[in-house]
C-alpha cells in the first residue's frame, strides 16, 4: 500500500459511472421507473449492491486501504439513447481519495443490472465505466 500517512486529512469526493446498453426486449419491462423480475427490484438491488460494494473496495482491490466511507450513493437514470447510467458518488473526509470505492461502487451495480436481466436478454452491454 502507499504511504498516506504524512498527507493531510482533506474532505475527498468521487463520482464514477457506468453505462449499461439495455436491449428493446429489456426496456419494454420497465414499469414506474424500474425493472421488475423474479429476483424483484432490479435498479434499487443495484443501488444496495453498489453501495454494499463500495464499503467493501479494501477488500476486493488489492493494495487498497480500507476506507470508512462517510458517505456512498448510487443513482440510476435512463439517457436518452435508452442506456441506463449509473452513477455512484463516494465521499470521506480522509489522506486518501475514494475514487476506487466509486468505480467498484458503479461497476457492481452495472453487473448487478446485468444479472438480474439476463433471463430477459443476452444482448445486455456494459459499455463503459469511467
Same mark, same amino acid.
Given at each position: 500500500m502507499v504511504?498516506?500517512?504524512?498527507?493531510?486529512?482533506?474532505?475527498? #469526493?468521487?463520482?464514477?459511472?457506468?453505462?449499461?446498453?439495455l436491449?428493446? $426486449?429489456?426496456l419494454?419491462?420497465?414499469?414506474?421507473g424500474?425493472?421488475?423480475?423474479k429476483?424483484g427490484?432490479?435498479?434499487q438491488t443495484?443501488?444496495i449492491?453498489g @453501495?454494499m460494494?463500495a464499503?467493501k473496495?479494501?477488500?476486493? @482491490?488489492?493494495?487498497?486501504?480500507?476506507?470508512?466511507l462517510?458517505?456512498?450513493s448510487? #443513482? @440510476?437514470?435512463?439517457n436518452t439513447e435508452?442506456e441506463?447510467?449509473?452513477?455512484?458518488?463516494?465521499?470521506?473526509?480522509?489522506?486518501?481519495?475514494v $475514487?476506487?470505492e466509486?468505480l467498484?461502487g458503479?461497476?457492481?451495480a452495472a453487473?448487478t443490472?446485468?444479472d438480474?436481466c439476463?433471463?430477459m436478454?443476452h444482448d445486455?452491454? @456494459?459499455k $463503459?465505466?469511467?
Amino acid at each position: 500500500m502507499v504511504d498516506v500517512g504524512e498527507k493531510q486529512v482533506t474532505r475527498r #469526493t468521487a463520482v464514477a459511472r457506468s453505462i449499461v446498453s439495455l436491449p428493446e $426486449e429489456v426496456l419494454a419491462q420497465l414499469v414506474d421507473g424500474d425493472l421488475q423480475t423474479k429476483k424483484g427490484s432490479v435498479f434499487q438491488t443495484a443501488i444496495i449492491a453498489g @453501495i454494499m460494494a463500495a464499503k467493501k473496495t479494501g477488500d476486493l @482491490i488489492p493494495l487498497c486501504h480500507p476506507l470508512g466511507l462517510d458517505k456512498c450513493s448510487v #443513482t @440510476i437514470k435512463l439517457n436518452t439513447e435508452n442506456e441506463l447510467v449509473i452513477d455512484c458518488t463516494a465521499i470521506i473526509t480522509a489522506k486518501t481519495g475514494v $475514487e476506487m470505492e466509486a468505480l467498484v461502487g458503479a461497476s457492481i451495480a452495472a453487473l448487478t443490472v446485468y444479472d438480474m436481466c439476463k433471463a430477459m436478454s443476452h444482448d445486455i452491454v @456494459i459499455k $463503459e465505466t469511467k
